[in-house]
């Protein structure tokens, strides 16, 4: 396996990316669903 | 910029036409949910409108929980079954979860390997199964979001023909729900048995999805 050192900030940029994108969706999706009574 | 660009090409690619999809999603189910209201003599909606109905939220979540199910099942039953001439499986004999030395924990951990992967205890028996238990939570979640939307939204449909509305409980065991859950996961278990068999026979040169074109057909997860 090859390592390339240095710019982990941009994988890590990119994890943080999805797991925001999800959680908004879920957060957003419960959301919607609650707020209708 | 470049470098950034071309080192997370994937994940950006798929993230761009996951996002516009997701909206692409949304004006064609605004156009449908529209043409339906119009339908039944009720008034067309907004796009902003649509965007936060119980009706998009429902569709998008019922399709998120079948694919993360679908991923943490993958992960968590190919630890154990395996497929002949499979670019999806482990090699026949490797069947479990290996021992502390080939997955380089505790004592057998790389000066560069993860920080909880060397530790040992509690924090590696969490990080050795981080994935499976991350795509597991998301899956529960995304499910629970798709009960409760479908649920609200087969309420409007029940108080629009004055029948009386469900609890959320009485709602998890109705066939609606059951018919949404499970016509996306039949879609999802075949889509990975078919990945599964199909690598034994079939190739794509240069995708890590195949295995090389010259490897034998009983060659197992030689690029997995």
Redesign the interface.
Known sequence: VR??PG?TE??R??FT??VV??AT??V???L???S?T | MKTFLRENSLSLFFGTIFLVTLVGQSFAGQHAYNAEQTEHGASAVSWLTYVTSPHYWGAVMENWQSEFLQFAMFIGVTIWLVQKGSNESKPLGDEGIESDGRQKVGRFADPSSPLWARVGGFRTRLYENSLLLTMGVIFLATWVAQSLNNWRLFNEEQREHREQAVSWARYLVDPDFWEKTLQNWQSEFLAVGTMAVFTIYLRQRGSPESKPVGAPHDETGSSG
């Open positions: 390592r390339v710019k941009h994988m940029a990119v990316l999805y994108l999800i969706g879920v957003t999706a419960v919607v669903a609650l209708r």
